[in-house]
């Protein structure tokens, strides 16, 4: 008895509600109206932003891999005599293809500023530059990109490590050591450690530095035994250190 009388309260107060809506309803048709038509304003420019927001993705994915395609190119003169002609774009000098691959990475940092794509353009951008001789210009987008430390965010890595190549391609040699031994030791480095170890080891051979380029590339084959450098490094140690002549 109890239970059948709780349902009927709980159906008359659910009639109840229903009924004090239809009457707010028909005593409310002008503001009923036009909550509907801003409900459906408000759905339809979400709609409209993800659709933009989808599709300029999808153009900032298609110019990069334009671009990316012409800083891949190849150049007339690095081709053997009767080699077959490459898949991809040829270009007369070094100087012609990377002025082109700057100006298309230009492109996509303007029209893509907002998006996460942009600095990576950027940091192609730079060493297109590097490559024609614009070096001021490429350390300049490079120290900005350097500053970046988000974890998430690859660029920041990637340009402190293009840094530290250009000092050791200028001839500050000592300074680019620094760089790369800060690297190889920086927490939540967003590029892989066995790479910068490599190139810290190969630096270190350079300023003849021999027991510390050994130290690198046996660190490198201590900490990252899977890694696709580890045989080179343990090559380069033991030669260095003499064994492989022994």
């Not at 002008?30 to 509907?36: F, G, M, P, Q, V």
């Not at 800083?71 to 293809?97: H, S």
């Not at 970046?148 to 840094?163: F, N, T, V």
Request: with cysteine; hydrophobic share 40%.
């Amino acid at each position: 008895m109890k239970k059948d009388l709780k349902r009927q309260i709980k159906q008359d107060e659910l009639v109840s509600g229903f009924e004090h809506a239809m009457a707010w309803l028909g005593a409310h048709r002008a503001e009923a109206r036009l909550t509907a038509l801003v409900v459906a304003v408000l759905v339809a420019a979400g709609v409209a932003v993800t659709y933009y927001q989808a599709s300029q993705q999808r153009a900032a994915d298609a110019a990069f891999g334009e671009a990316l395609t012409l800083y891949k190119g190849q150049v007339e003169g690095d081709q053997p005599p009767g080699a077959e002609k490459p898949a991809g774009p040829v270009f007369p000098t070094v100087r012609d293809k990377y002025t082109k691959a700057a100006a298309a990475f230009d492109g996509i940092e303007r029209r893509f500023s907002s998006l996460k794509i942009a600095p990576r353009a950027r940091y192609y951008g730079a060493l297109c530059r590097i490559e024609i001789g614009e070096e001021a210009a490429a350390r300049k987008v490079l120290e900005e990109l350097a500053a970046i430390k988000d974890p998430g965010q690859i660029e920041g890595s990637l340009a402190r490590l293009a840094l530290a190549n250009l000092l050791r391609k200028t001839g500050d040699l000592e300074k680019a050591l620094e760089a790369y031994r800060t690297m190889a030791d920086e927490p939540g480095l967003s590029i892989p450690r066995d790479h910068v170890l490599m190139t810290l080891g190969g630096a270190l051979e350079e300023a003849r530095r021999l027991p510390e380029a050994r130290g690198a590339y046996r660190r490198l084959r201590d900490e990252f035994p899977a890694s696709p450098y580890a045989s080179e490094a343990e090559r380069r140690a033991e030669y260095l250190s003499g064994e492989s002549q022994g």
